[in-house]
């Protein structure tokens, strides 16, 4: 069978046909897509986390951008800041908008932020945006980076010495200079006790008001230089933080007190000869006491009881039941506050707070029997009836 040209190309069309109509799952002519219209470039979102170098080079002193200090008053008077930054000092998320709103900063401006070390510069920089503020960029490593490069500050306080000092440093540094005061923070009993640094000022702390008042009677000029020491130290930095509430800012303060500089035979003056024991044995009152001129022994026992046991001879009754009381009576004794006294009850066990009340009242050079008049008469130390006990002798105070 002969095919002519013309049937032979109808025949080959039919065949691709079936071809692309049975394979058509499984095979397809790849398109191109429709071209689509060409977009216009984006401009690239500038980094809002800048380096002290970046924020220099474009920003500093550049028209149209405020810096913003973060930081607190006391911070930036004592390092200083980037020159005319505006102090917006953070604490709280509130209280930042609240002190924002206060400087009446544009929403509409440039702003550059900054704090001491970063750190906090994605959370600020988004509580900014929130409120309304979307121009804005952080320092990432703060004030301290841009310190570093040495680029432009202002209003830092010229740097003070340390003003916790140990007693060599005071010594070497302050002792006898001209211009510096010290200040002794004990009372007067310790420094009668124990000494001072010569010249010093006593200015007893007990509590901040008194302190204050103390201070303000003295009348120390604020612009003074001043040197103060406890007896260990402990209390120095709570104490020179108050000695600047009150305007003194020019303190330091010895770190081991004066037990330091007593250590190092530093100068000291005004220590009193130590006393011997005021809590004393039978024996050690009868042996320097008993029958010695100057010495007035007092009985604190009731008449009654010093009329059934004795006493001991020519001692005055002065009995004690209240402090109030006893203080009444010594007062209508006449003895002198000058004097020297020997105290006894029956057994002792009240020795220490009695002693500390005759103090209060006035009377320093006291002793005082530690097992009483029952310990005396153990011994058979001399003894009188008591029949006129309630008659008191003349006082032999000196």
């Known amino acids: 069978m002969t095919f002519s040209v013309k049937s032979t190309t109808l025949y080959c069309i039919l065949l691709a046909t079936f071809f692309l109509t049975s394979c058509g799952p499984f095979y397809s002519i790849p398109t191109n897509p429709p071209a689509q219209p060409p977009q216009p470039p984006q401009p690239p979102q500038q980094q809002n986390i800048i380096s002290a170098t970046q924020a220099y080079n474009n920003y500093y ?32 998320f509130g209280e930042f908008a609240a002190r924002l709103q206060r400087a009446g900063l544009s929403q509409n401006g440039r702003y550059v932020l900054y704090d001491n070390n970063g750190g906090m510069e994605r959370s600020i920089i988004n ?19 841009w310190k570093r490069y040495n680029y432009p500050t202002e209003g830092a306080q010229p740097s003070r010495p340390q003003n916790i000092i140990s007693a060599t440093q005071a010594y070497n540094n302050y002792y006898n200079k001209s211009g510096t005061t010290w200040i002794d923070l004990r009372n007067a009993r310790n420094i ?60 330091f303060y010895i770190k081991k007190g004066f037990n330091d500089w007593k250590r190092y035979n530093y100068p000291t003056e005004g220590a009193q000869p130590s006393r ?9 009152a009868y042996n320097n006491y008993y029958n010695k001129s100057g ?5 604190l026992r009731s008449t009654r009881n010093i ?41 002792g066990g009240m020795e220490k707070s009695i002693i500390a009340q005759m103090r209060q009242l006035g009377y320093t050079n006291v002793f ?6 029952n310990e005396w008469k153990r011994y058979k130390y001399p003894t009188e009836r008591g029949s006129n006990s309630g008659v008191r002798p003349s006082p032999r105070g000196n």
């Open 61 to 92: 002193n550049k028209f149209g951008t405020t810096w913003i200090d973060l930081r607190n008053a006391r911070n930036i008077q004592t390092n200083g800041r980037v020159p005319r930054s505006v102090n917006v000092e953070y604490t709280t």
């Open 127 to 145: 509580q900014m945006r929130q409120l309304g503020y979307p121009n804005v960029f952080y320092i990432q490593r703060g004030f301290n980076d």
């Open 192 to 251: 009668q006790a124990n000494g001072r640094v010569p010249k010093s000022v006593n200015v007893a702390y007990t509590t901040f008001g008194e302190f204050a008042a103390k201070l303000q009677r003295s009348g120390f000029s604020k612009n003074g230089r001043y040197v103060l020491y406890d007896n260990n130290g402990g209390m120095e930095r709570s104490i020179i933080n108050q000695m600047r509430q009150l305007g003194y800012s020019n303190v």
């Open 276 to 284: 011997p024991q005021n809590i004393i044995s039978a024996t050690q």
């Open 295 to 299: 010495t007035t022994w007092i009985d």
């Open 307 to 347: 009329q059934a046991n004795g006493r001991v001879p020519k001692s005055v009754n002065v009995e004690y039941t209240t402090f109030g009381e006893f203080t009444a009576r010594l007062q209508r004794s006449g003895l002198r506050k000058n004097g020297r006294y020997v105290l006894y009850d029956n057994n």
């Open 368 to 373: 005082y029997l530690k097992k009483g008049f």
